[in-house]
């Protein structure tokens, strides 16, 4: 299967540091901190396979939604993960 690299941005001016957990990590929000570019703004780069992906970021500590999420699914915890597509469905040249 081939990966495909997914950008994550999330606007936190305040924020200390900034992590994103999600299944493509086990929840393990240490695996994959977010880049401080500057203006507020976090950057991640993810490498992942075809499938889809839930997650949340998790900012100085605290579990936080992704504003920009345009598709949710609840969580066992009363909140929401964040859902984020990997897919093929643009690849015609592999048919």
């Keep these: 299967m081939e990966e495909q690299e997914i950008r994550l941005n999330f606007h936190?001016?305040?924020?200390?540091?900034v992590q994103v957990a999600g299944?493509?990590?086990d929840w393990h929000a240490e695996a994959n901190p977010l880049e401080?570019?500057?203006?507020?703004?976090?950057t991640a780069c993810l490498k992942?396979?075809?499938g889809q992906y839930e997650y949340r970021y998790v900012v100085d500590g605290?579990?936080?939604?992704?504003?920009?999420?345009?598709?949710t699914?609840?969580?066992?915890?009363g909140g929401l993960n964040s859902v984020v597509?990997?897919?093929l469905a643009d690849r015609t040249d592999l048919l």
Excluded: I, M, R
């Excluded at 401080?36 to 976090?42: P, Q, V």
């Excluded at 699914?73 to 915890?77: E, L, S």
């Design 73 to 77: 699914v609840a969580n066992p915890y």
């Design 36 to 42: 401080h570019t500057g203006a507020g703004e976090w």
């Design 12 to 17: 936190a001016p305040a924020a200390k540091q």
């Design 85 to 87: 597509k990997v897919g």
């Design 48 to 50: 992942l396979k075809s």
């Design 23 to 25: 299944t493509f990590n």
């Design 62 to 71: 605290v579990w936080t939604d992704d504003p920009q999420a345009t598709q």
